[in-house]
């Protein structure tokens, strides 16, 4: 490969964390960038057998993020459903979708087709910030219409991003969980990419107090004329 071909995926400090070993010269990260651009060397598109089976991959992943000290997270992908769709069928736009989705992420990063069109993505060295910041670079790369044949058409894909491992059962029950809960809370006509801590966090409360609130309440305890 030479210098001037463009690589699919860079590292940088928006969705890689401090502490990734990716950290290093311009040179060294360069040449990693192009291994990295490798088809052959990237983790295959897998199948979740069951939901049961993607929480044992994420409690695996988890264990050996915590024993190599860097963070993960969750992605979940799909398509808005009131896009335009058109032959051929959704299933085939999706596959098509997690190729592109599977070419722009780091060969270590795990995408796994879930249910009904649904795609997961277990991003290494990214926590939430890094997740969604991965997640706008993938929609940038969708962001183009799709051949099928003589067929083209435009996608909109939303993601939902959580690193939270606690709360749901063990830390891969609560990455998945969390997310679909993201996922269906957000709904698909509002967001893009939507992550964990601001739509399940719970609404701010007001707990301002005017002056005058506090007079009048002064006053109140002090009224004789009733």
């Avoid at 592109?100 to 939430?128: K, Q, W």
């Avoid at 051949?147 to 939902?160: E, I, N, Y």
Wanted: aromatic share 6%.
């Amino acid at each position: 490969m030479s210098d001037s071909t463009e690589t699919s995926f860079l590292p940088g400090k928006n969705d890689r964390r401090s502490g990734s070993n990716i950290r290093k010269s311009f040179a060294d990260v360069h040449a990693l960038a192009q291994v990295f651009d490798e088809p052959r060397s990237r983790a295959p598109i897998a199948q979740a057998q069951s939901r049961q089976y993607l929480v044992n991959v994420l409690d695996r992943q988890y264990e050996l993020s915590l024993k190599n000290g860097y963070p993960l997270c969750l992605a979940l992908a799909t398509l808005d459903p009131s896009a335009e769709v058109a032959a051929p069928s959704p299933t085939a736009i999706l596959n098509t979708v997690a190729k592109i989705c599977r070419s722009n992420l780091r060969p270590t990063d795990l995408v796994f087709h879930y249910c009904d069109g649904l795609l997961a993505m277990v991003l290494l060295e990214s926590d939430e910030d890094g997740g969604a910041s991965v997640a706008a670079r993938l929609k940038r790369s969708l962001d183009r219409r799709l051949h099928f044949g003589k067929t083209a058409l435009s996608v909109r894909p939303v993601f939902a991003i959580s690193d939270v491992t606690m709360g749901f059962g063990s830390a891969g029950k609560s990455l998945l969980t969390s997310a679909e809960m993201v996922l269906n809370r957000a709904g698909y006509k509002d967001f893009d990419v939507a992550v964990a801590s601001k739509t399940l966090a719970p609404p701010a409360v007001d707990i301002t107090v005017r002056a005058q609130d506090i007079a009048n309440a002064i006053t109140g305890m002090f009224d004789t004329s009733v």
